[in-house]
């Protein structure tokens, strides 16, 4: 079952008025969309999703709310282009909720995940050439590297190369996360984000230890480099002023330090510009109540900024 994460909050920092006209970026299992169209009474929602999938299981899941939803089968990189096609000049918010869904994760069809034995796929949209086999099976040693490197963070990426290109061909993610686990050892111990309880005073951080699968960071690199996240995240970033009504508002929902950085350091810039105003000074993550409901949103960390009035072309 997919649960979104810090709708609470992302319903807070977008403050929907009934009337307005929202984007859902990352439609997914269809949580965030959900909590706004029951928000909306004359409003409108446009639902985005390179996932071909995620659009039509969305359709059935809020077929009540039909009348003010729009799906569209893309990716969010293209958000500016396809609100011009819709003749719609300007948004009152934005959400994008980064993280993987429920559903991706439990396919193994999909090859996101290394739980169950699949195909070594990682595509979010289907209808593109790219897997994640033709990177693991046939990128150079020193590429392969370098992307691992690069989105996973590992810093023993050339090890985890050189044993890849030595394993060739590798079929699945079962006989992938295997050999990274062998060429690095055992699972390795983190500590998490400090946790303080919402609203109590005096009360002392807690550090939250957790332990990953060694091939968790190779996953992550291959995904990224799979479906071009990054760069449709900037794409994202870039188009969000010129989508936006003045006083419009953009939340961004970011599961790992690579995206996160990126949002943080475009919201600073467009504050220090007078586009946008960051309005999350420290980035918002999820109190005690939804860790214990969902675990995994422990990654969370949501950010948001407002379309200040002036040029944002």
């Known amino acids: 079952m997919h649960i979104p994460v810090l709708t609470t909050e992302v319903l807070e920092w977008l403050r929907v008025r009934p009337e307005g006209v929202y984007v859902d970026a990352t439609v997914g299992g269809g949580g965030h969309s959900r909590a706004l169209l029951e928000k909306l009474t004359t409003g409108r929602l446009i639902g985005f999703d390179k996932d071909g999938l995620a659009i039509e299981s969305a359709r059935e899941l809020l077929w009540e709310y039909r009348q003010k939803l729009t799906l569209v089968n893309d990716d969010f990189a293209g958000l500016l282009g396809h609100l011009r096609q819709l003749e719609i000049s300007g948004v009152d918010g934005i959400v994008a909720d980064l993280g993987l869904s429920q559903m991706q994760i439990d396919s193994p069809e999909r090859g996101f995940s290394f739980r169950s034995e699949g195909p070594l796929d990682m595509r979010m949209d289907t209808r593109q050439r ?32 050189r044993a890849i290109v030595r394993a060739r061909p590798i079929r699945n993610t079962v006989q992938l996360a295997q050999l990274v686990e062998a060429c690095l050892g055992g699972r390795r111990s983190f500590s998490g984000r400090t946790s303080r309880l919402r609203g109590s005073r005096g009360v002392a951080p807690r550090t939250i230890k957790r332990h990953i699968h060694p091939a968790t960071q190779t996953f992550q690199a291959l995904r990224i480099a799979v479906n071009s996240e990054l760069g449709s995240l900037t794409a994202l970033l870039n188009d969000a002023p010129s989508c936006l009504n003045p006083g419009g508002r953009l939340v961004v929902i970011s599961f790992h330090s690579l995206e996160d950085r990126i949002v943080k350091r475009q919201f600073q810039q467009w504050d220090r510009d007078g586009l946008m105003r960051n309005l999350t000074a420290h980035v918002v993550t999820p109190g005690e109540a939804e860790l214990q409901l969902n675990p995994r949103s422990r990654s969370a960390r949501l950010r948001a900024a407002e379309r200040l009035p002036g040029n944002a072309d």
């Open 130 to 161: 790219l897997t994640a086999s033709e990177i693991v099976n046939h990128f150079d040693q020193r590429e392969l590297a370098d992307l691992i490197y690069q989105y996973g963070e590992e810093r023993r990426s050339l090890r985890i190369a």
